[in-house]
């Protein structure tokens, strides 16, 4: 079993920042690449960015400059720090980690529960 856990959201004014983390247990042979999503209703879930276990890194063209997107390997751990935060950054952020659970087994995707994300003045 593999569980994502997400903390960090809230509510934020424009300009605000948030800092996003995530934290995969369970059974984890391999954490290869992490990364974090955002949905709002009745849109698809978008890639926000992504981190791969050697530490290169992808964002979406809108929170690039703004967003930073980091991993401690040791502790299977992804943070997102999003600063000069907009109201269009309004959305439930969720927690992805692609992960091989042992020597033997396929890697898979993982997803975490979400956490809401909410920039209004």
């Known amino acids: 079993q593999v569980r994502l856990v997400e903390s960090g959201g809230g509510l934020v004014q424009p300009g605000g920042s948030l800092r996003l983390s995530c934290a995969a247990s369970g059974i984890l042979f391999r954490v290869n ?4 999503y ?3 209703p009745g849109q698809q879930r978008e890639l926000v960015a992504t981190i791969t276990n050697s530490g290169s890194t992808a964002y979406a063209d809108s929170v690039k400059g703004r967003f ?3 991993r401690d390997n040791a502790k299977n751990t992804v943070n997102l720090q999003m600063n000069s935060l907009k109201s269009e950054d309004t959305a439930v952020y969720f927690c992805n980690a ?3 659970r042992t020597i033997v087994s396929k890697a898979a ?3 975490g529960q979400g956490t809401q994300v909410t920039v209004s003045s």
């Open 68 to 70: 930073t997107i980091s």
């Open 98 to 100: 692609n992960v091989m």
């Open 109 to 111: 995707d993982h997803w």
């Open 38 to 40: 955002r949905q709002t």
């Open 33 to 36: 690449d992490m990364g974090w």
